[in-house]
C-alpha cells in the first residue's frame, strides 16, 4: 500500500540544472505535505524543501532562490527543478509523503519514503 518513486538524478556541471520527480501510488486516498530532502556522504539527511497540499512551500536556506518544488495533485508526483546548481549540492535526494491510504472502509495514514536518486555536481 503505497509508496514513492522518484527519478531525474544525474551527473551535472556546476551552474546547471536537473529536475527530480517522485510519483505517489498505491491506494491513495489522500496526500498532505510532500518533501525533498538529502543527504551527502557523512552527514546527516537534510530537509531541502516541502510542499503542503494547498501549495505552501518551505525551503532550506542553502537552497533558497535556486530550487523550486512543485505538485501536480492529480497525477500525485512531487517536483524538485535545481538550478544553479553547486558541488555541495552532491546528495542522495529522498522523497517523503504524509499519505492517507484507503484500505476496505478504513483509512491509514502514513510517513512513506522513496529510494532516493543520487545527484552529483562537478566543479
Known amino acids: 500500500q503505497g509508496h514513492l518513486v ?3 538524478g ?9 529536475r527530480l520527480s517522485c510519483a505517489a501510488s498505491g491506494g491513495i486516498f ?18 531541502v524543501a ?4 494547498g501549495g505552501s512551500t ?8 535556486r530550487f523550486t518544488i512543485s505538485r501536480d495533485n492529480a497525477k500525485n508526483t ?17 522523497c517523503n509523503a504524509d499519505i492517507t ?4 472502509p478504513h483509512l491509514y ?3 512513506y519514503w522513496g529510494q532516493g536518486t543520487q545527484v552529483t555536481v562537478s566543479s
Request: proline share 3%.
Open 78 to 94: 512531487m517536483y524538485l527543478q535545481m538550478n544553479s546548481l553547486k558541488p555541495e549540492d552532491t546528495a542522495v535526494y529522498y
Open 30 to 47: 489522500s496526500i498532505n505535505t510532500m518533501g525533498w530532502y538529502r543527504q551527502a556522504p557523512g552527514k546527516q539527511r537534510e530537509l
Open 6 to 8: 522518484e527519478s531525474g
Open 50 to 53: 516541502t510542499i503542503t497540499s
Open 109 to 111: 495514514e502514513y510517513d
Open 10 to 18: 544525474g551527473l551535472v556541471q556546476a551552474g546547471g540544472s536537473l
Open 101 to 104: 491510504v484507503i484500505t476496505g
Open 58 to 65: 518551505n525551503y532550506a536556506d542553502s537552497v533558497k532562490g
